[in-house]
C-alpha cells in the first residue's frame, strides 16, 4: 500500500457504497489504486474484501442534529483522513459532503463532492435549511469539482451563491447497465402499480396510499409497496399505518428487496410520487425494462420524464392529482403505453448508461499527480 496512490469514497452507509459505487470501487482497483472506504458499519460492509481495499466505520445519525453527536462525527472522520492522507477523496450524501470537505480544506487534501440529492432540508424554507446553506458554503470552498445529478439542485445552488459555477459537473447519479437484449413491452389488462421506495412522507408514500385505497375492492387493479422505514427518522411513516391499509386489501406490502428488478418485471406501472429526487435509480430501472412510469414533476423525476409523451407526470404533494394520473394511464391502450416505454427506453439508454458514469470518474483521475 505505501507504493500505491489512494483513493477514498465517503458515504452515510455501506449499503449506498455497495449499491450505487460497486462499480466505481471496481473501476479504481482496476486503475492500481488503494481503495479506502468510510462510512457506518451495517450489513453491506461484508461485501467489500479486496486486498487493496481498507476499511474504515464511523459512528453518524444521517438526521440526527445533535451537537455532542455532530462533533463525534467529524473528530473521527478528521483522524481517518490525516492518518489515510489520501490522494483524492469523493463524498457522498450530506452530512459527508459537509464534513468531509470541510476537513479536507483544513488538511489540504484533493476532494470531490457529489450532490447526489438536496436532501429533505431543502423541501422546507427554515432556520435549519439557511444553516445548511451556510455550512456548504464554508466546505465546498476548495473541492476540486462539484458533482449534480439533475440541472435543477445545481442551479438551485447557483442561486445560493453556495459554488463556483466553473467546478460543476453533472452526472447522471449511478446509472444504469443497458441491457443487451432490448426489452419488449409487455400489456396485460390486469393492472399491478407499484412503488419502490423509503417509508418517508417526502417520498409520495401517504399520497400512494390514498390511492391505492379507493382501488381496492377491483380484483383488476393492485397496488404493491416495498421499501423500509427508520424509527429513528422523524419523516418516516409508522409500520402501523402501512398495515392498515395491508388489513383492508388496500395494498400488498414487502420489506426492501435485494432484486427489486424481478418485482418490476412483474408490474403494469411503477409509481413514485416523490417530492423531490436526486436521480431515481428506480425509475432509471423501470425505464430501462420499459414498464410504463407515473411520477411528480419535480427535479430528479423529470429529468428521467421530461414531458407527458415520456410518462403520466402529476403534481407532488397531491393525492387528487396523482389519482388523476393512476385513472389517466389505465385509459391509455396498449398502442399509446407503447409508444411512451419505446421514447424513455431511448432517452435512457443514451443519457444515463452507466458507461457514462464511469467514463466522468476515469477523468477525475486527471486531479491525481
Same mark, same amino acid.
Given at each position: 500500500?505505501?507504493?500505491?496512490?489512494?483513493? $477514498?469514497?465517503?458515504?452515510?452507509?455501506?449499503?449506498?457504497?455497495?449499491?450505487?459505487?460497486?462499480?466505481?470501487?471496481?473501476?479504481?482497483?482496476?486503475?492500481? !489504486?488503494?481503495?479506502?472506504?468510510?462510512?457506518?458499519?451495517?450489513?453491506?460492509?461484508?461485501?467489500?474484501?479486496?486486498?487493496?481495499?481498507?476499511?474504515?466505520?464511523?459512528?453518524?445519525?444521517?438526521?440526527? /442534529?445533535?451537537?455532542?453527536?455532530?462533533?463525534?462525527?467529524?473528530?473521527? /472522520?478528521?483522524?481517518?483522513?490525516?492518518?489515510?492522507?489520501?490522494?483524492?477523496?469523493?463524498?457522498?450524501?450530506?452530512? +459527508?459532503?459537509?464534513?468531509?470537505?470541510?476537513?479536507?480544506?483544513?488538511?489540504?487534501?484533493?476532494?470531490?463532492?457529489?450532490?447526489?440529492?438536496?436532501?429533505?432540508? !431543502?423541501?422546507?424554507?427554515?432556520?435549519?435549511?439557511?444553516?445548511?446553506?451556510?455550512?456548504?458554503?464554508?466546505?465546498?470552498?476548495?473541492?476540486?469539482?462539484?458533482?449534480? $445529478?439533475?440541472?435543477?439542485?445545481?442551479?438551485?445552488?447557483?442561486?445560493?451563491?453556495?459554488?463556483?459555477?466553473?467546478? $460543476?459537473?453533472?452526472?447522471?447519479?449511478?446509472?444504469?447497465?443497458?441491457?443487451?437484449?432490448? +426489452?419488449?413491452?409487455?400489456?396485460?389488462?390486469?393492472?399491478?402499480?407499484?412503488?419502490?421506495?423509503?417509508?418517508?412522507?417526502?417520498?409520495?408514500?401517504?399520497?400512494?396510499?390514498?390511492?391505492?385505497?379507493?382501488?381496492?375492492?377491483?380484483?383488476?387493479?393492485?397496488?404493491?409497496?416495498?421499501?423500509?422505514?427508520?424509527?429513528?427518522?422523524?419523516?418516516?411513516?409508522?409500520?402501523?399505518?402501512?398495515?392498515?391499509?395491508?388489513?383492508?386489501?388496500?395494498?400488498?406490502?414487502?420489506?426492501?428487496?435485494?432484486?427489486?428488478?424481478?418485482?418490476?418485471?412483474?408490474?403494469?406501472?411503477?409509481?413514485?410520487?416523490?417530492?423531490?429526487?436526486?436521480?431515481?435509480?428506480?425509475?432509471?430501472?423501470?425505464?430501462?425494462?420499459?414498464?410504463?412510469?407515473?411520477?411528480?414533476?419535480?427535479?430528479?423525476?423529470?429529468?428521467?420524464?421530461?414531458?407527458?409523451?415520456?410518462?403520466? /407526470?402529476?403534481?407532488?404533494?397531491?393525492?387528487?392529482?396523482?389519482?388523476?394520473?393512476?385513472?389517466?394511464?389505465?385509459?391509455?391502450?396498449?398502442?399509446?403505453?407503447?409508444?411512451?416505454?419505446?421514447? $424513455?427506453?431511448?432517452?435512457?439508454?443514451?443519457?444515463?448508461?452507466?458507461?457514462?458514469?464511469?467514463?466522468?470518474?476515469?477523468?477525475?483521475?486527471?486531479?491525481?499527480?
Amino acid at each position: 500500500m505505501a507504493d500505491k496512490k489512494s483513493i $477514498t469514497l465517503v458515504s452515510n452507509n455501506y449499503w449506498t457504497l455497495y449499491k450505487f459505487r460497486y462499480d466505481v470501487i471496481k473501476l479504481f482497483l482496476s486503475k492500481g !489504486f488503494h481503495v479506502n472506504l468510510i462510512a457506518v458499519k451495517d450489513s453491506y460492509s461484508n461485501k467489500f474484501d479486496d486486498k487493496d481495499m481498507t476499511k474504515y466505520y464511523i459512528s453518524m445519525n444521517n438526521r440526527g /442534529l445533535s451537537i455532542i453527536g455532530e462533533i463525534k462525527t467529524f473528530v473521527e /472522520l478528521f483522524k481517518i483522513y490525516k492518518k489515510i492522507n489520501s490522494d483524492l477523496t469523493f463524498h457522498f450524501t450530506i452530512k +459527508p459532503n459537509l464534513y468531509g470537505s470541510m476537513i479536507c480544506r483544513l488538511l489540504d487534501l484533493k476532494s470531490i463532492s457529489f450532490i447526489t440529492g438536496i436532501g429533505h432540508t !431543502f423541501i422546507y424554507n427554515n432556520f435549519l435549511q439557511k444553516f445548511i446553506i451556510f455550512l456548504y458554503k464554508i466546505s465546498l470552498t476548495s473541492v476540486k469539482e462539484i458533482w449534480f $445529478t439533475n440541472q435543477t439542485d445545481k442551479q438551485l445552488f447557483d442561486r445560493l451563491n453556495i459554488i463556483k459555477k466553473n467546478k $460543476t459537473r453533472i452526472i447522471p447519479g449511478a446509472g444504469i447497465n443497458i441491457p443487451e437484449n432490448e +426489452p419488449i413491452y409487455k400489456y396485460s389488462s390486469k393492472k399491478l402499480f407499484l412503488m419502490i421506495s423509503r417509508l418517508q412522507k417526502e417520498k409520495g408514500v401517504l399520497e400512494y396510499l390514498s390511492c391505492a385505497e379507493k382501488f381496492k375492492n377491483n380484483s383488476d387493479i393492485n397496488f404493491m409497496l416495498i421499501g423500509d422505514g427508520n424509527s429513528s427518522d422523524p419523516s418516516s411513516i409508522d409500520m402501523s399505518l402501512i398495515n392498515q391499509y395491508i388489513q383492508n386489501n388496500s395494498i400488498i406490502y414487502k420489506k426492501y428487496q435485494q432484486n427489486i428488478s424481478k418485482f418490476i418485471n412483474m408490474s403494469s406501472c411503477i409509481v413514485l410520487p416523490s417530492y423531490r429526487e436526486g436521480m431515481s435509480t428506480v425509475l432509471l430501472e423501470a425505464s430501462i425494462m420499459k414498464r410504463p412510469i407515473i411520477t411528480t414533476n419535480v427535479p430528479g423525476c423529470i429529468d428521467i420524464i421530461k414531458d407527458e409523451s415520456y410518462g403520466v /407526470l402529476c403534481e407532488a404533494r397531491s393525492k387528487k392529482s396523482l389519482l388523476c394520473g393512476i385513472n389517466k394511464l389505465l385509459k391509455l391502450d396498449k398502442d399509446k403505453i407503447s409508444l411512451m416505454v419505446e421514447k $424513455t427506453f431511448l432517452h435512457v439508454k443514451h443519457s444515463f448508461s452507466k458507461n457514462i458514469v464511469l467514463a466522468e470518474y476515469k477523468n477525475s483521475l486527471n486531479h491525481i499527480k
